[in-house]
Structures are given as C-alpha cells and as structure tokens.
C-alpha cells in the first residue's frame, strides 16, 4: 500500500508526539537527578552529582535496592524453572487440556495487578500463616513468579517451536542418549531464549509495585515501594529522583539486551 506524502507526515507526526509523551517524562527524571536546584525549578541552574552521593549514602535506599534484587533473582529463577518446563509440556506433547494449560500459564501477566495482588494475599493468608510463614520476602518472590513465569514461557515455547524436533531426532540416532540431546542440542538452542526471558523477568520483577504492595510483609520493602513511600517527602525528593532515574535505567539495560538477543537468534535461524 502507498500512502500520500500528506498522509506519511500524519503517521509520523503521531508516532513521534506518541514518543514524546512517553519519553519526554523520563528524560526529566534524569535531568532532575542531576539538578542542582533542589526544588528542581526548570530549567535547571546547574548540574552536580551530590544527590547520587545523598542516594548512595541512604541506608533506607541500599535496603530496598537490595531487597529488589533478591525479590527480582529468586522471582526469575522461580520461573526459568517453571516456565521452560511448561513451554517443553505444551511444545513437545499432546494431551487433554494442552490449550487451557497455555492459557492459565499467561493469563496472570493480563490480569490487572491488584486482582492477582489480593487473590495471591488472600491465598497466603489462608494457606501460609496457620503455618506460621507471614507475608514478607518469600512472599514478594512467589508474587512476582506469577507473572514472570510468563516471558519464560513465551520465549521458551517460541524457540521451541521454530527450532523443531529434527536436530533431537538426528541426536538421537546418533546415540546420545536424552540427557546428552538436551546438553548438547536443545540447551544450546534456548539458551538465548532463556537469557533473554530471564533478563525481562528481573526487570519486570525489580520495578514491580502494585502485586508487591499486597505481598510484602515487614523487611520486604522494595525499592518502588521505598519510592512511593518517600515520593511527597521533601527532604527525600533528590534521592527519589536518583533512584527513579536508577530505576529507569536498571528496567531498560535488561529489556535492550534481551531485544538484541532476540534479535540475534532470529538472523541465526
């Protein structure tokens, strides 16, 4: 389809005020860190690099960092396990209720947060405290799995199924046995996809706030939750901008990665 040169400038004016709304914030918060107006009047007066050394200074912000990063690792390694094993069930095999399996698998990533917030809540309540397990870091991780688990899965079932069965087949005749196919064939073949599954999982898992606020116990308090707890607090305003444009960086670093990887693995195949 051709379209007008009048037409061609339309699409690409929405297209660029789209970006614009969409970055144009983010670009702020990361002048913003770096302001050395305190009131972070615009535009800025000056530049410095004190607040990143107030933020690193914070006790409060190095726990909570901290607590992401543990929430994000156990919530990824959580669900590398669980989604590649589902992927390979629904990849490699036929049987009764295949479809709805796929489809519980990634329903909870198009649920909206706050109902799989009170249901997983709801469900520690009733199932883990007359076991004496509170809400806390376990918790956060188990919450955060549930929807991780679903760019495993995705990515997984997608290499699997372009990948085909043909090189395991041809392994197989040559002897090896299922343990070494998988070793040397089939890992091969996903790691990529697990990388790059993996790496949307933590970004996904370290910038989550609205499941985390119904999961998290005390001493489980993650860095967006610190975020929004000291958001109107003036006295913390420069070191929740630090951490706002820290947070932004440590989500897009891991999503750009995992594109190119991606995108590596499909000029490869």
């Known amino acids: 389809m051709t379209l007008s040169p009048a037409a061609r400038f339309a699409l690409r004016a929405v297209m660029a005020l789209g970006l614009a709304v969409i970055y144009v914030p ?25 607040w990143w050394s107030q933020a690193l200074d914070n006790e409060g912000a190095r726990e ?43 329903l909870p990533i198009a649920l909206p947060g706050i109902v799989t917030g009170i249901a997983l809540s709801n469900a520690f309540q009733v199932v883990l405290k007359p076991l004496g397990i509170g809400l806390g870091l376990f918790t956060v991780i188990v919450g955060h799995a549930t929807f991780c688990v679903v760019t495993i899965y995705n990515n997984v079932l997608a290499r699997l199924r372009r990948t085909g069965t043909s090189l395991e087949e041809a392994s197989a005749d040559l002897g090896a046995d299922t343990f070494q196919t998988f070793r040397y064939v089939t890992f091969p073949n996903l790691r990529s996809a697990l990388v790059a599954g993996a790496l949307l999982s933590f970004a996904l898992s370290f910038d989550e706030i609205i499941v985390t606020t119904f999961t998290a116990g005390p001493g489980a308090e993650t860095l967006p939750i610190w975020i929004f707890s000291n958001l ?31 995108a590596g693995a499909r000029t490869v195949a």
Do not use: C, H
């Open 64 to 106: 909570a960092v901290l607590t992401s990063v543990k929430a994000g690792l156990g919530a990824t390694a959580l669900a590398l396990v669980l989604g590649t094993m589902a992927a390979f069930a629904v990849a490699r095999y036929r049987f009764f209720g295949r479809e709805a399996v796929s489809l519980v698998v990634v």
């Open 26 to 50: 983010l670009l702020v918060v990361l002048v913003n860190s770096v302001n050395a107006d305190r009131a972070f009047g615009w535009p800025p007066s000056g530049f410095t690099g004190r």
């Open 232 to 262: 109107f607090r003036p006295n913390q305003a420069p070191v929740v901008n630090v951490l706002a444009a820290a947070l932004i960086v440590l989500s897009v670093v891991p999503i750009w990665i995992a594109q190119r990887l991606s």
